[in-house]
């Protein structure tokens, strides 16, 4: 079936440093939506891309939809404390109906100050 | 606008027990949906909504049904609670499309 791979899994940096993390799909998808979640809250969509080569941001991030429209990749810039969270992508099943969606198992971000 | 609400916030259960996962938005949204959450897993869609009277099966639906009664509403029944049902449980929806709202989910154990 599909599935998304999120990598790294974990990251800790020090505040100021720019941060990428991308996601990979032996699938090709249609749509791919960023999110993050804060501990204890649910998730907040963050960008969401519809076309192979779009780059779209969002104050400091920053997302991309591969080429191959196999892979997405999310930067953030200038990280701070607050950045710290759980980043997910997600796409729709093979369905097509974007109300379907699979998840990756998420990038945790730590940052120190 | 509240947002999407989701109730219980906490809940404990034995297993074979059942229960209800409230869901409710208030920004007329036609799109809603269930997922869970396990560690190292992401989210799982359990059923989803496109509209009242409309549900459909997502990934992990056995154990889970739905209803759709109104476009505010959208809960969640476990039928018969298993260990293996022990997650945080979350609730969103979207005008169109993928969830664009989360409610603050519900944390289940169930023993």
């Known amino acids: 079936g599909q599935q998304l791979n999120q990598s790294p899994q974990s990251m800790f940096i020090q505040e100021g440093e720019d941060v990428s993390m991308n996601c990979t799909s032996s699938s090709i998808f249609n749509t791919w939506l960023w999110y993050k979640q804060d501990p204890g809250e649910g998730p907040v969509l963050l960008i969401a891309l519809y076309k192979a080569g779009e780059l779209t941001s969002n104050g400091r991030l920053t997302a991309q939809f591969g080429i191959t429209r196999k892979d997405s990749f999310l930067n953030i810039s200038a990280s701070i404390p607050s950045d710290v969270g759980i980043y997910f992508c997600a796409g729709p099943t093979l369905s097509g109906n974007t109300g379907k969606l699979i998840f990756g198992q998420g990038t945790t971000l730590q940052v120190k100050p | 606008n509240a947002g999407v609400t989701q109730t219980p916030k906490f809940q404990v259960l034995k297993t074979g027990q059942s229960m209800t996962l409230q869901c409710a938005q208030d920004m007329n949204h036609e799109y809603m949906s269930w997922y869970r959450q396990d560690p190292g897993m992401g989210l799982r869609l359990i059923h989803y909504?496109?509209?009242?009277?409309?549900?459909d099966q997502g990934e992990v639906p056995n154990g889970y049904n739905v209803s759709r009664s109104t476009t505010e509403d959208f809960p969640l029944r476990l039928l018969s609670a298993a260990p293996s049902q022990t997650s945080v449980y979350f609730c969103a929806s979207s005008y169109t499309g993928g969830p664009k709202y989360f409610g603050p989910g519900t944390r289940l154990l169930v023993l």
């Open positions: 909504s496109v509209g009242a009277g409309i549900t």
